[in-house]
């Protein structure tokens, strides 16, 4: 992992509340959106989009790296089983679930391409992938907004409320950083898995973007 999330996950969900605006629960409700049958949400962290997944009446499964996070998530959402495992070595068998999805978490991967090929592998023919990640907006209007709050007020806010600015420092920079758009969805057809109707859609701005696509 790029970061150790064990050292912000008590205050995890209220920084995210708080720095969205609240707009990061309307953009889970969105991405689970036609999703159903036996689900794997990997990345999982405090259980969000797990929750998000049940409540569309889907199974779920959860698996993260971060035992704390995953604390707050059994808390959370009982009825899903929560593992610890890397995404990059899923412990489940080929063609496993009907839809597979990972919220603000594929920019934290340490090799992206090996943890999308894990996610496809473990992905039914036919079966969905949804990848829900933030991103910085292209609108030569919003873009310097976005970067003045990203990097002169989360960091701070960080700070106060989670006591940890060096995590909210490194949020804005992974963003910058992340391939998004075309870019996100070309290295997602390298993969090793054939897939089709490979979309992404923007919200807010293009702060997040919901990436889509079938394998085949």
Excluded at 125 to 144: F, I, K, N, Q, Y
Aim: hydrophobic share 45%; net charge positive.
């Amino acid at each position: 992992m790029a970061y150790n999330f064990d050292k912000i996950a008590a205050r995890y969900d209220r920084m995210n509340r708080l720095m969205t605006l609240g707009l990061d629960c309307r953009w889970r409700r969105r991405a689970v959106e036609g999703l159903g049958g036996e689900v794997l949400d990997v990345a999982c962290g405090t259980g969000d989009m797990s929750e998000a997944l049940l409540r569309q009446g889907c199974r779920v499964t959860g698996v993260d790296l971060s035992e704390e996070m995953l604390s707050i998530a059994r808390a959370k959402v009982p009825s899903v089983a929560f593992l610890r495992a890397d995404a990059e070595q899923l412990p489940f068998p080929d063609a496993a679930f009907d839809a597979v999805t990972c919220a603000f978490g594929v920019r934290n991967f340490v090799h992206l391409e090996a943890g999308l090929a894990e996610m496809l592998r473990v992905l039914k023919p036919g079966g969905r992938l949804a990848v829900l990640e933030l991103a910085t907006p292209d609108s030569p209007l919003v873009r310097p907004l976005y970067h003045l709050y990203a990097r002169r007020v989360i960091p701070p806010l960080g700070r106060l409320l989670a006591g940890n600015r060096e995590a909210y420092a490194y949020l804005p920079a992974s963003i910058e950083r992340f391939p998004k758009g075309d870019a996100f969805l070309a290295i997602l057809e390298k993969a090793g898995f054939g897939i089709r109707n490979p979309r992404q859609r923007e919200f807010t701005f293009g702060v997040c973007r919901l990436y889509t696509a079938t394998r085949l």
